[in-house]
């Protein structure tokens, strides 16, 4: 018997070939149809973007152009005016809060005897904060020095300085005393008074 294969073309086994082919075909099939989804995801995307941004872009044109508008609309000249007007507001009601007793019963508990008061000036600076200018008849200067010690002494008086003086005629000191005042409304005990003269 012959077992030899006489065939002049010989028999291979083309099914697992193309199987394999098929496989191979199908994933090409699917990683194309992967990139085209993404791609086309991604198309979209940019153009939300895109039109996002030009509706931003758009948005801030008109903000700009509204700010132009409302800073030309903006009179500085009366903005001035109110802003006088609320400074002038509060110092009345700063000057309106004034206690003038305070301010006279701490006179009456640190003002030496040699010395008198000849006037009494509140007013309201830059900052809001209460000058005194205080106008003092005194013996001595050394008088002025103590009531100047005796009233920065109750912590309601500070940076007192005297910012004019002279002896006048009858030989008296006369000294214009300024500075801050914030009243406490107490005044320490040993201020350093020797006795008051009424004001």
Same mark, same amino acid.
């Given at each position: 018997?012959?077992?030899?294969? &006489?065939?002049?073309?010989? %028999?291979?086994?083309?099914? /697992?070939?193309?199987?394999?082919?098929?496989?191979?075909?199908?994933?090409?099939?699917?990683?194309? &149809?992967?990139?085209?989804?993404?791609?086309?995801?991604?198309? @979209?995307?940019?153009?939300?973007?895109?039109?996002?941004?030009?509706?931003?872009?758009?948005?801030?044109?008109? &903000?700009?152009?509204?700010?132009? @508008?409302? @800073?030309?609309?903006?009179?500085?000249?009366?903005?001035?005016?109110?802003?006088?007007?609320?400074?002038?507001?509060?110092?009345?009601?700063?000057? @309106?809060? %004034?206690?003038?007793?305070?301010?006279?019963?701490?006179?009456?508990?640190?003002?030496?005897?040699?010395?008198? !008061?000849?006037?009494?000036?509140?007013?309201?600076?830059?900052?809001?904060?209460? !000058?005194?200018?205080?106008?003092?008849?005194?013996?001595?200067?050394?008088?002025?020095?103590?009531?100047?010690?005796?009233?920065?002494?109750? #912590?309601?008086?500070?940076?007192?300085?005297?910012?004019?003086?002279?002896?006048?005629?009858?030989?008296?000191?006369?000294?214009?005393?300024?500075?801050?005042? /914030?009243?406490?409304?107490?005044?320490? /005990? #040993?201020?350093?008074?020797?006795?008051?003269?009424?004001?």
């Amino acid at each position: 018997m012959i077992r030899g294969n &006489l065939s002049t073309r010989p %028999f291979y086994n083309d099914r /697992a070939v193309q199987l394999w082919l098929f496989v191979l075909g199908l994933i090409v099939v699917a990683a194309t &149809l992967l990139n085209v989804a993404r791609v086309i995801r991604y198309s @979209r995307t940019d153009t939300e973007l895109a039109g996002q941004a030009s509706r931003d872009e758009a948005r801030a044109a008109d &903000l700009r152009a509204e700010a132009a @508008r409302l @800073r030309g609309s903006v009179d500085l000249q009366q903005i001035e005016v109110a802003s006088t007007e609320a400074h002038q507001a509060n110092e009345l009601i700063d000057r @309106r809060t %004034f206690s003038w007793t305070d301010l006279l019963n701490q006179f009456e508990a640190t003002f030496p005897d040699n010395v008198r !008061i000849a006037s009494v000036r509140p007013t309201i600076d830059d900052k809001g904060s209460l !000058i005194l200018s205080i106008d003092v008849v005194a013996r001595s200067v050394d008088d002025v020095d103590e009531l100047i010690g005796n009233l920065e002494g109750t #912590g309601s008086f500070t940076n007192l300085l005297s910012i004019q003086d002279r002896f006048n005629p009858d030989g008296m000191f006369e000294a214009t005393l300024e500075g801050h005042y /914030a009243p406490r409304h107490t005044t320490p /005990a #040993g201020a350093g008074a020797r006795g008051a003269k009424s004001p």
